[in-house]
């Protein structure tokens, strides 16, 4: 039987006190918490019991993504070199923790992870349990910016990175993990450096259907679900 299920990101917005030394401030009515440093995260789930209950197994065709509205930056001054914005849409039959999602800003889950010293690996799972993965690198827009990198200005924000790595593959789990993660450059000071980045809310659509597997595969695969949703 068909189904659409969909998951809503709220709106992520920052902005720098101007302090020595300086921190974001961010909207705590907006289910945004820091994880790290200048690492961010919004997380839900998505509840599936009611298909588990009648023993269905939950497939996907596609999955994609729309905004609510325009991204933007505003800066002292901007280096482009060292400050790039990242963003990292996670929907996983596994849950994540911190350590695990501040690791995905680097290396996506479910690939071979970065090979860098004393980053955390990701766990006992693999690509097939990330059903939604969508991993963004951001900067100014600067043909369109007001002000030049070295002085103070605002752009909205383009993709340098834009990379897709979803496996919609079927799941007996009763609920998928949802996160959208942020990783941001340091908040400017007095003097220079980004002063407010705001993003738009997300919405992740995720195509989906429900069958009946064989007993035996469907068993399996439950029992497979329920060891990776109690490995964190």
Request: charged share 20%.
């Amino acid at each position: 039987m068909d189904r659409t299920l969909v998951v809503e990101f709220p709106w992520f917005s920052i902005e720098s006190d101007l302090g020595d030394p300086a921190t974001w401030g961010y909207n705590l009515f907006t289910d945004t918490r820091e994880i790290a440093t200048n690492v961010y995260c919004q997380e839900m789930k998505l509840d599936l019991s009611g298909y588990t209950q009648s023993d269905l197994t939950v497939g996907f065709r596609r999955s994609f993504e729309q905004l609510g509205g325009a991204d933007s930056i505003f800066w002292l001054s901007y280096n482009p070199n060292t400050d790039a914005i990242l963003e990292n849409t996670i929907i996983s039959s596994v849950p994540f923790n911190d350590e695990q999602l501040v690791a995905a800003c680097a290396s996506s889950p479910g690939f071979t992870p970065y090979p860098a010293p004393g980053l955390l690996e990701f766990g006992n799972f693999n690509r097939t349990h990330v059903i939604h993965g969508h991993f963004e690198v951001k900067y100014p827009n600067s043909t369109i910016g007001a002000g030049a990198f070295g002085s103070s200005g605002n752009a909205s924000l383009l993709n340098a990175v834009d990379n897709y790595y979803s496996s919609l593959e079927p799941t007996a789990a009763d609920c998928l993990y949802c996160y959208r993660v942020f990783a941001t450059p340091a908040p400017a000071d007095n003097r220079d450096g980004a002063k407010r980045i705001t993003l738009p809310a997300k919405r992740v659509i995720l195509d989906a259907f429900t069958v009946e597997e064989p007993d035996l595969e469907y068993m399996m695969r439950l029992k497979r679900s329920y060891e990776l949703a109690n490995q964190v």
